[in-house]
């Protein structure tokens, strides 16, 4: 057996060396500040913050746990608190046309002011508004217009009544009427008496009283135009007075916001909408039922109140604003309704602010997969983004059809920095299926997912360490626990060389570890605290591998760790269910037999294989062809199957152990049932590298352990995933006691040499093998079989 492909036990785990860790406890340590191993993060997320032109919107890409949020907060929180603070928004009823209520901007912190301004200004105007009307100089104006009316009327009458004397006929009026009535010793005459006259008399008193009514009619002709004239004379009064009470409210409020020209016209539109509408404030004669205080107020309120839509009074610098629930009306704003009387009805006072009224001038935050979620939410965030505006709409009426009448608030200029926080595979698709997405999105901050593993690197980690220790109130830890995660972080990357930046997971490992140490009541996190946190979870999650490896136990699945056999093997495999991984063994079978069919995948056939596992089989075609039948056909039939899989099965890293288990069932040469391989192959049977490797190997490693180790099992595995391992403790204990091996090939040749237990073969001048070789073997079995199809 070649005996150069057996890993060392140092190759096996790649330990963290105390000396590096220059301190006894993280108490002595400086904090970590910043964001460990993210600089190509920093730098992207610089830029982006830093470049003020359209469309330089962020998307901080990366894998939960990295930090990734708290990366993004961080870093704009920083930036935002050294810039200029934007201005105030409120929206005023739009006097002209309240369905169109007017957005007005104030530098920050005045709209508050205006706020108080404009109820002050109502304030005032209740109150000087109806002692105007109750004046003696107002009351004495309004007499004389009365007067005046009066006195035109009084005169027509008076014609009247002379003609009436002189036919001896009464004017009365009654009930603001006037009639005639014949008049007898000073004494109008009532029905009986009038009927008893001569009917000379009564044809004359009927004739007279007609031509008085005639005349009276036309006295009276002008009578409307007089009241008219006498109405307008009132209203211009009443505007007058009006005017004169409130115009030495609003001029100081003029002359503060001179500089802001859109309020300065609002403030004449409402000094105007005052004087015009003074009556239904102050209340008009003809009104059924009098104007309360409580009724002015909520008019003046309803109608000239101000709402404040965003006050950045108390934001220091830039508003960095994020949104947990990005719906629609809690991104954009929303136009609230009250029911009255069984009525929906609604004002600009009911309209609200969303998340961009509130970030406008500044940053928003998003997750990338909760906008998503959201109807409606992504498109007219685009379009906001475009027109760089803000509209207050209900998109929900445009499809399910019903409308109510509604407000149209007038739309607020935006200028807002978004920030997009989601996973790889959302900005990839954004990429490739929406166009607009590239312009607007401009900027990625792509989160590393690990760091290499130098000796700054792991002095930062443990700062690191010790700063999360510090924010979830944890004791400190000593320098050997700290090394002990600075192995299980290499762990987590795969990779000797490499530390992790799931920073999430670290705080979850450390809390667990500050657990145990209570529990043991130590001051401080020591190494035997993490491993008891380590085994705990492993424990807590380690149901299902159990089942698995109790089914192999009692035989339900068939898998041999002794012995020989031939065209069957041991694969290893990886089972992923959540966030809990683990490997286990799996048989691998092969059977060969004269034909034309070439290698079948029962996998594929029976649609369980998956993509990357069929080309793996089909490669193994491609090396068969290119190894052993340079100078003939190639003309088999054969049969691979993973037994006992019920699932589907994907990877290629199976594709070593079966060409092994293919060549062992050509050739009838046994597999060592000791050993277990996994590795992918290419055509010219070069070994590469697979995922998972610390996982299978282990996973092996437990079946044996559990069945007694012998000193003759172990794994076979790519060189090239040698930097991956990892492994536990005792597996590399056990590889050190000779009790178990670990092999890395790099080519199928010597995972033939350690499976058959003899010489794979050197290829000669000739093309030929050299004899009695696995090779050699192979060739020779492969004409065989070729030479037999062919006489058939």
Same mark, same amino acid.
């Given at each position: 057996m070649v005996t150069e492909t057996r890993l060392t036990p140092e190759q096996l785990y790649c330990s963290c060396d105390p000396e590096l860790l220059p301190f006894k406890t993280?108490?002595?340590?400086e904090p970590f500040s910043g964001f460990f191993g993210q600089s190509r993060a920093i730098e992207a997320m610089d830029f982006g913050i830093g470049m003020r032109r359209p469309g330089y919107n962020l998307f901080v890409m990366g894998n939960p746990h990295t930090g990734r949020f708290s990366f993004a907060m961080e870093n704009l929180k920083a930036v935002a608190k050294k810039e200029k603070k934007p201005g105030d928004w409120v929206y005023l009823n739009n006097l002209s046309d309240n369905r169109n209520p007017l957005s007005i901007q104030f530098p920050a912190g005045k709209a508050q002011q205006f706020k108080r301004d404009i109820k002050n200004i109502i304030e005032g105007a209740l109150t000087e508004m109806p002692a105007a009307f109750e004046s003696p100089t107002y009351q004495r104006k309004k007499s004389k217009i009365e007067r005046d009316l009066n006195k035109y009327y009084d005169q027509a009458i008076e014609g009247v009544e002379r003609d009436a004397r002189e036919h001896s006929i009464a004017v009365y009026r009654d009930a603001g009427s006037i009639g005639f009535t014949p008049v007898a010793d000073g004494q109008a005459m009532d029905e009986a008496v009038f009927s008893q006259l001569p009917e000379d008399i009564r044809d004359a008193f009927t004739?007279?009283?007609?031509?008085?009514? =005639? /005349? +009276?009619n036309e006295s009276l002709t002008g009578l409307p135009q007089w009241r008219r004239e006498a109405a307008e004379k009132l209203k211009n009064l009443d505007r007058d007075t009006t005017r004169q009470a409130i115009a030495p409210l609003f001029q100081p409020v003029k002359d503060k916001y001179a500089n802001i020209s859109s309020v300065a016209d609002y403030l004449s539109e409402m000094e105007t909408s005052l004087v015009k509408n003074c009556g239904e404030?102050?209340?008009? =004669? /003809? +009104?059924?039922?009098?104007?309360t205080d409580a009724t002015r107020r909520s008019y003046m309120e309803s109608n000239y109140g101000v709402n404040l839509l965003v006050d950045n009074q108390k934001t220091k610098g830039a508003p960095v604003v994020y949104e947990a629930h990005p719906s629609y009306e809690n991104l954009f704003g929303r136009v609230e309704y009250t029911s009255e009387m069984g009525a929906l009805s609604t004002s600009y006072k009911l309209i609200r602010p969303g998340a961009l009224h509130q970030a406008n001038g500044g940053y928003l935050v998003l997750e990338a997969e909760k906008l998503f979620e959201q109807p409606f939410?992504?498109?007219?965030?685009?379009?906001?983004?475009k027109s760089h505006e803000i509209r207050i709409e209900s998109p929900a009426s445009e499809y399910t059809g019903i409308s109510t009448i509604t407000l149209i608030p007038e739309a607020i200029p935006l200028s807002v920095k978004v920030v997009l926080i989601g996973a790889r595979n959302i900005y990839y698709l954004l990429q490739e299926l929406d166009h607009d997405f590239e312009k607007m999105f401009r900027v990625v901050v792509d989160f590393?997912?690990?760091?290499?593993?130098?000796?700054?690197?792991?002095?930062?980690?443990?700062?690191l360490m010790k700063t999360l220790a510090e924010e979830e109130g944890l004791a400190p830890l000593t320098r050997r626990a700290v090394a002990r995660l600075v192995e299980?972080?290499?762990?987590?990357a795969e990779d000797q060389e490499?530390?992790?930046?799931?920073?999430?997971?670290?705080v979850d490992l450390l809390c667990e570890a500050n657990f145990k140490r209570i529990k043991e009541e130590d001051e401080l996190i020591n190494a035997d605290h993490v491993e008891m946190a380590l085994n705990a979870k492993e424990r807590r999650t380690s149901r299902m591998s159990e089942k698995i490896e109790e089914g192999i136990l009692n035989e339900t699945v068939l898998i041999d760790t002794e012995g020989e056999a031939v065209g069957k093997s041991n694969g290893l495999t990886v089972l992923q269910v959540g966030d809990v991984a683990f490997g286990t063994p799996a048989r691998i079978t092969a059977t060969v037999h004269p034909g034309s069919?070439?290698?079948?995948?029962?996998?594929r056939e029976v649609t369980l294989g998956q993509p990357i596992h069929s080309k793996g089989v089909l490669i193994l075609s491609g090396f068969l062809g290119h190894q052993y039948a340079q100078d003939f056909t190639l003309a088999i039939s054969a049969s691979i199957a993973l037994e006992q899989s019920y699932g589907y099965v994907d990877g290629d890293s199976a594709s070593l152990a079966e060409v092994c288990t293919l060549l062992s069932a050509l050739t009838h040469i046994p597999i060592s049932q000791n050993f277990a391989t996994t590795g992918s192959i290419n055509q010219y049977g070069e070994v590469q590298a697979i995922g998972g490797v610390n996982e299978k190997i282990e996973g092996f490693f437990n079946l044996c352990k559990t069945r007694g180790l012998n000193g003759k099992q172990g794994v076979i595995v790519p060189k090239a995933n040698v930097r991956n391992l990892m492994l536990k403790a005792e597996v590399v204990e056990a590889v050190n006691q000779g009790m178990f091996a670990v092999h890395a090939v790099s080519h199928v040749d010597e995972c033939l040499e350690i499976l058959m237990g003899r010489k794979a073969g050197r290829r000669k001048d000739d093309g030929s093998f050299t004899q009695r070789s696995i090779n050699a073997q192979v060739v020779k079995r492969l004409k065989e079989i070729s030479e037999a199809k062919s006489e058939s």
């Open positions: 993280t108490s002595t340590l004739k007279a009283i007609s031509n008085l009514e =005639d /005349k +009276l404030i102050v209340g008009d =004669d /003809k +009104l059924l039922e009098p104007v939410v992504y498109g007219a965030l685009k379009r906001a983004l590393d997912e690990d760091v290499k593993r130098t000796p700054q690197a792991i002095r930062n980690y443990a700062r299980h972080s290499s762990r987590q490499l530390l992790s930046a799931h920073i999430g997971e670290l069919r070439g290698i079948v995948d029962i996998e």
